[in-house]
């Protein structure tokens, strides 16, 4: 099992909707990210925070709004997406300012937009 | 400018033997850290084994071991002994200082009973 929590597994959502990805991690992890992840290809980096401050984002759209309420958990809002926003969606964790610290990724959410 | 390449997007290997996946990576900074990834086709992506650049022994994880030849800037994973369970695409990654991880492309692993 891993010790990276997302929810939803799955989400179908329309162009119109808002919705929110959740994630969670208990192990005492200072930065979180989130990462995009289309078929057959490379997870592509969206954000990460660092001690609950956002210190990356990769010039991602609008439509994607990230939130880290503590420590423990990092959410990804999503406001008028497009279908080509449909694809996996993994949230990791890692001890933060060390280079010996893998990321520690989540099942993630699949996520298909109509 | 691509940090880490992955020159084989699709590798066969018959079950019980050993199979080698190339990495290769780019970087000036001194310290970094080099890591192999497995996500089978449910998503997960499950991490294997690490590689720090100033270590001087090859790391190694039951089947998993990591040929890292810094002068080359090399860090292929071998798998000893293929099972069936190892079919899955396999990752490259990087770590350089300030949480920057970058990822390879990727490469097919299928095992062939």
């Known amino acids: 099992d891993t010790e990276v929590t997302q929810t939803p597994k799955h989400l179908v959502m329309g162009m119109t909707n808002k919705k929110s990805l959740k994630c969670e991690q208990h192990?005492?992890?200072?930065?979180m990210y989130w990462y995009k992840q289309k078929a057959k290809k490379p997870p592509e980096l969206m954000f990460v925070?660092?001690?609950?401050?956002?210190?990356i984002n990769e010039s991602v759209p609008s439509r994607f709004s990230p939130e880290c309420p503590n420590s423990s958990l990092l959410n990804l809002h999503l406001h008028a997406l497009q279908p080509e926003d449909s694809a996996l969606y993994l949230c990791a964790s890692s001890q933060g300012e060390q280079s010996n610290s893998p990321l520690h990724f989540g099942n993630g959410t699949r996520l298909t937009v109509t | 400018a691509q940090k880490i390449t992955q020159t084989q997007p699709g590798m066969f290997v018959q079950e019980k033997e050993a199979v080698t996946l190339d990495c290769t990576y780019d970087t000036s900074d001194p310290s970094y850290g080099l890591f192999w990834y497995k996500q089978p086709s449910s998503g997960e992506m499950i991490f294997l084994i690490y590689q720090g650049s100033y270590d001087q022994q090859n790391a190694t994880e039951g089947r998993y071991s990591l040929n890292f030849q810094k002068a080359r800037k090399s860090a292929n994973l071998v798998i000893s002994a293929s099972q069936l369970g190892d079919s899955a695409m396999y990752f490259c990654?990087?770590?350089?200082?300030?949480?920057?991880?970058?990822f390879g492309t990727g490469t097919s692993l299928t095992v062939i009973p």
């Open positions: 990654a990087m770590i350089l200082t300030g949480n920057q991880f970058y």
């Open positions: 925070y660092s001690y609950e401050k956002l210190s």
């Open positions: 192990m005492g992890h200072r930065a």
